[in-house]
C-alpha cells in the first residue's frame, strides 16, 4: 500500500489538540511499546524509527499490504487489548488471533485506547480499596444494605474524578474513534484495515460512521449489539449469561465429574442459587489468602468462566470446592475477571471500562429504577439477574456527562464488514450481530454465524478463522448470513 507523506504536521496538531495530555498517545507495535508524540513536528517518510518509547518516523516500508489495527477490547481484557501490567502484546495477539502468522504483510497494530491502560489510564481506588469494593454486597436485601451500596458506589466515582479528572470526559468511543483516524494518517494508510473484538466492534462501529469512506478490510467478532441503551444492554447480558449457565449444566451431566450429583441442570442451578445465598450471609475462607470469599466475588468467578467453554472443567472444580467451604477457586476465577494480580495489583481494565460505558451512555439510574426493573432481571435469570440489575447503577454518580444512550452506527459508503455472531456468546448475545449488521447499512454489513460456545470465535472455529483470513488476505467477500457449525 502506498505510503505517501501523510503524516503531516496538520495531523500531528490535531493529536496535539485532541489530547487531554499530548505526551501521552500509545500505539503497540508487535511486541513493542512505542509512544506517539504530537510534539515531535513532521514524521519524515521513513521506515518505523523508535527512540526510546517514542515514534520518531514511519514510512513506506513499515509494511507491504497496510496495518491492521486490532481493537481486542472485552473478554479479560476489556477495554484495551495490552496486558498492561506485563505489555505482553504479542502473547495476547497469538492467544486471540493465532492465525496471525498467515496474515501475509500485514503488520499488526494494537493501542491502549485513551483512559485504558499506559495511555492515561483511569486511576480510580487503590488496591486494597478495590479488594473491599468487589467484595462488597451487590444484592442489597433492606434499606442498610442499598444505602451502603450506594455510598460505595458515590465513594467509588470521587475516587475516580479525584484521580484522573482531567482524562474523564476524553476516553469516550467518539474520541477513541477519531484517534483511530489520526493513527491511520500517522501510519500513512489510505484506509483504516479493522479487528475488533466485544467493545472493539462498537468503536468499529462508531469509526465506520464518522469516516465511512476509509473503512478498509474490517471485522467484528462478539459483536456489541448498537440499537440497545444500557438497560437493554445490560438485560441481553444477563439472559446470555444465563444461556452460557445452562449450557454449562448440560455439558457437565455428561462429563465423568460434576459438582452436582445426577442428570438434571435444575439441580446443578438450584445448588449454585443455595451457594450463593448462603454466601451471602456467611463469606467462605480461601485457601493461601488473606481474603474471604463474597456472594459478589462469586458471581463473578462463575461469569468469568463462562466466557469460554474451555473454563468450564475450572467452573464444576470450583463449585466442587465451594460446596465444601473452600472459596479459593471462585475467588481465583473472580481475580481473573477482575484483572488482579498473584501480588493483588489490579489492572485498571475496571475503572476504563466503567469511565467508557459512563461517556457513551448518557442513561443514570437511581435506585427506584433499580427495584422497577428488578423482576424482569430475576426472570431472564435466578442466578445473576439481581446482581447485574444493581449494576445500573454504575454512572449514577459518574462526573462527566454521557453522550447518547445508544450508538450510531449507519455507515453510507463504506466498504464490507464482516460481522460475527457466535450462537452461545455470553456477553454479547448472538442477536446483537444481526442488528449490527443491519445498522451499518445494506451493502455494508455482512452478517456470518457460528454455532458454537464462547465470546469470540476466531481462531476458535476453523471454518469462520478461514473466512475471515481468505478476506484479509485477498478481499473475498462471503456471502450473506453464512453458518459455521
Known amino acids: ?55 520518531l518516523a514511519v514510512g513506506p516500508d513499515l509494511d507491504r499490504d497496510g496495518a491492521v489495527v486490532v481493537d481486542a ?80 458506589g458515590s465513594v467509588y466515582a470521587r ?63 462478539a459483536v456489541v449489539d448498537p440499537t440497545e441503551d444500557f438497560a437493554a444492554g445490560l438485560l441481553g447480558q444477563t439472559e446470555g449469561f444465563e444461556g452460557a449457565l445452562q449450557n454449562f449444566l448440560e455439558d457437565c451431566v455428561k462429563q465423568d465429574e460434576c459438582f452436582f450429583e445426577g442428570k ?37 468467578g462463575i461469569l468469568s468462566a463462562l466466557y469460554s467453554q474451555e473454563s468450564w472443567s475450572w467452573l464444576s472444580a470450583a463449585l466442587e470446592d465451594a460446596q465444601k467451604g473452600e472459596g479459593g477457586g471462585l475467588l481465583w476465577l473472580s481475580d481473573l475477571y477482575a484483572e488482579r494480580d498473584i501480588n493483588g495489583v489490579y489492572s485498571n481494565s475496571g475503572p476504563a471500562n466503567t469511565a467508557v460505558n459512563c461517556a457513551d451512555s448518557k442513561d443514570r439510574f437511581t435506585v427506584e429504577d433499580v427495584r422497577r426493573q428488578l423482576p424482569e432481571f430475576r426472570k431472564v435469570s435466578p442466578v445473576f439477574g439481581e446482581m447485574t440489575a444493581w449494576m445500573l447503577l454504575a454512572c449514577t454518580d459518574w462526573p462527566v456527562d454521557g453522550h447518547a444512550s445508544t450508538v450510531d452506527v449507519k455507515a453510507d459508503g463504506a466498504g464490507p464488514v464482516l460481522v460475527i455472531g457466535n450462537t452461545g456468546d455470553p456477553a454479547t448475545p448472538y442477536e446483537g450481530a444481526k442488528k449490527m449488521a443491519d445498522a451499518l447499512g445494506e451493502g455494508v454489513g455482512v452478517h456470518l454465524t457460528v454455532e458454537g460456545e464462547g465470546h469470540g470465535t476466531y481462531g476458535v472455529n476453523k471454518c469462520l478463522t478461514k473466512i475471515v483470513d481468505k478476506y484479509l488476505l485477498d478481499g473475498t467477500v462471503p456471502e450473506n448470513d453464512t453458518v459455521c457449525s
Open 264 to 300: 438434571d441442570p435444575a439441580r446443578g442451578e438450584k445448588e449454585i442459587t443455595d451457594l450463593l445465598e448462603s454466601l451471602d450471609a456467611k463469606p467462605l475462607p480461601a485457601e493461601d489468602e488473606d481474603r474471604v470469599l463474597t456472594q459478589a466475588q462469586a458471581g463473578m
Open 73 to 152: 477490547a472485552g473478554t479479560i481484557l476489556a477495554p484495551g487489548f495490552v496486558d498492561t501490567h506485563r505489555h505482553a502484546w504479542e502473547t495476547q495477539l497469538r492467544r486471540i488471533m493465532p492465525d496471525v502468522d498467515d496474515l501475509g504483510g500485514y503488520d499488526l497494530v494494537s493501542f491502549d485506547p485513551w483512559g485504558v491502560g499506559e495511555s492515561a489510564g483511569v486511576q480510580c481506588l487503590d488496591d486494597k480499596a478495590m479488594d473491599a469494593w468487589l467484595a462488597q454486597d451487590s444484592t442489597p436485601d433492606d434499606a442498610a444494605e442499598e444505602k451502603a451500596l450506594t455510598v460505595g
Open 1 to 55: 500500500m502506498n505510503r505517501g507523506d501523510t503524516t503531516s504536521a496538520a495531523v500531528l496538531e490535531q493529536l496535539r489538540r485532541r489530547s487531554a495530555d499530548p505526551q501521552r498517545r500509545i500505539l503497540f507495535t508487535g511486541a513493542t511499546v512505542v509512544t506517539m508524540d504530537p510534539r515531535l513536528g513532521v514524521l519524515a517518510p521513513a521506515d518505523l524509527l523508535v527512540e526510546g518509547e517514542t515514534i
Open 159 to 221: 475516587a475516580c474524578e479525584s484521580n484522573s479528572g482531567g482524562v474523564l470526559e476524553y476516553v469516550g468511543t467518539q474520541e477513541a474513534a477519531r484517534d483511530l483516524d489520526l493513527m491511520r494518517q500517522v501510519l500513512g494508510d489510505e484506509k483504516l484495515n479493522y479487528f475488533g473484538i466485544s467493545y472493539g466492534t462498537q468503536l468499529g462501529g462508531v469509526y465506520a460512521h464518522l469516516f465511512p469512506k476509509n473503512v478498509g478490510r474490517t471485522v467484528f467478532d
